[in-house]
Each structure stands twice: as C-alpha cells, then as structure tokens.
C-alpha cells in the first residue's frame, strides 16, 4: 500500500476527482451515530471525502492527513462552504496525534488506517495498537470510531486484499468492532473516463477489467467497522 503513498502528494487533485465519483456517505455514518452538534475528528481526511459531507451538522471539526497538498484541498472545499464551524486542517501520523485526550464525539477515518495496518509490514500490529490508543485517548466518554476501509475495486461482492485481512479480523476480534459492507461504486459515465481517472491509482490490471467488462461504472465494495466506547 506504502507505493501509492506519493500520489497524494503529486496528484492529488486527481485522486479527489476519481473518489467525487462515489455515493456520499451521509446516510451511512449518521445511522450508526448522529453527528449533528458533535465533536469530530476525520482521521487521514484527505481532500475531505467524509469531512465535506459531515461538517455542515457538526459543532467542530478537526482533519488530520499525512499529505498537505491533500488538506490543501479539503481547506479551499470548506472555504467555498461558507460554514459557521470552527474547524481546521493538521498534517499529522495517525500513531500520535496532536489533539488533547477526550476532546472528540466521533472519530470517522475513510480508507487511510490501512497504510499503516498492511500486513506485509512487521510491524503493522504495533502501528495497529498505537492508533487505536490514540483514537481512545482523544475521544470523550461514549465516544464512536467509525472506519471504512476497502473489500475490494472491480468487484460486485466483498474481495478483500489479502495483506489487509489479518487488519480487518483484528478490528472484530481484537477491538471488538461491529463490521458490514457496501457498495461504493464509481459512476464515470463512459468506458474512457472510467479508464482515464482510475489507471494512475489502480494500474493495469483493473484498466484491463473495465475494458473486459465494459464498465462506464466501476464496482467497489467497502467495508465499515464501528464501534462505541
């Protein structure tokens, strides 16, 4: 996962424009906790896939993001919202956090955790463990952690990575976490534009399977696991 570290830096705007092509995820967060009036933190907020949807109902928000160029863009989107919400954007390692202990309702992480969770790390459970501390150290009594993390792009059903499996049975069995899935496709409109904003992030290989199949819409499932302290 470490290898497409660089293109939220050098291309980030191209990254914000194939991910505006999915759902919303509104619906889905409030169900498993209301976020209106709350302290939030977005963690790995990135060009402001979750914060953009959030930060109209919530009293504060705080987006952290290794990436600045990424934050760049999620700062000049709440900008334009014109919102009365005392927010801000901090570069920051998931694994030590600049925030004060139980300060936060709600801590919503999109895709991001996973970097430093991928298996194929030694130390992926210790990168695990000191997230997980941080996000419960921040967060206020009967606070919430929601994350989504990828099952899989290109698939109609639940095709998890195999370096990301041993991360997610942890997030139920370790943590205790509740877990379902969705679909999170990518509606493009044509076969061209599905290949032109997807190949500089997945590759080949899924290029190859939209041409096979013809897809003007990608498929992708997402898994969400949640949990309440």
């Known amino acids: 996962m470490t290898t497409q570290d660089p293109i939220y830096t050098n291309h980030s705007n191209r990254y914000d424009a194939m991910v505006s092509r999915q ?4 619906d889905i ?13 977005d963690l790995g907020a990135g ?13 504060s928000l705080i987006c952290t993001d290794i990436s600045r160029p990424m934050l760049d863009i999620l700062e000049n989107k709440l900008q334009k919202m014109s919102i009365p919400l005392n927010w801000k954007t901090v570069v920051s390692d998931h694994r030590q956090l600049p925030i004060p202990d139980q300060t936060v309702d709600l801590v919503v992480s999109g895709w991001s955790i996973c970097y430093l969770a991928d298996a194929s790390e030694n130390n992926w459970e210790q990168n695990l463990e000191r997230m997980m501390s941080e996000m419960q150290r921040v967060l206020k009594p009967n606070g919430t952690i929601i994350i989504f993390e990828t099952m899989g792009t290109g698939y109609e059903t639940p095709h998890p990575p195999e370096f990301l499996q041993p991360y997610y049975a942890w997030l139920q069995d370790q943590y205790g976490f509740d877990h379902q899935w969705i679909r999170t496709d990518y509606d493009f409109g044509s076969v061209d534009e599905s290949i032109h904003h997807t190949e ?21 499932c997402a898994g969400i696991w949640w949990k309440h302290l």
């Open 47 to 59: 060009a402001g896939r979750l914060s953009t949807v959030i930060a109209p109902e919530v009293k």
């Open 29 to 41: 967060i409030n169900k498993i906790r209301v976020f209106k009036n709350l302290d939030v933190l």
């Open 200 to 220: 500089f992030f997945f590759g080949q290989e899924l290029v190859d399977r939209i041409i096979q199949n013809q897809w003007s819409t990608v498929p992708e």
């Open 23 to 26: 759902p919303d995820l509104y």
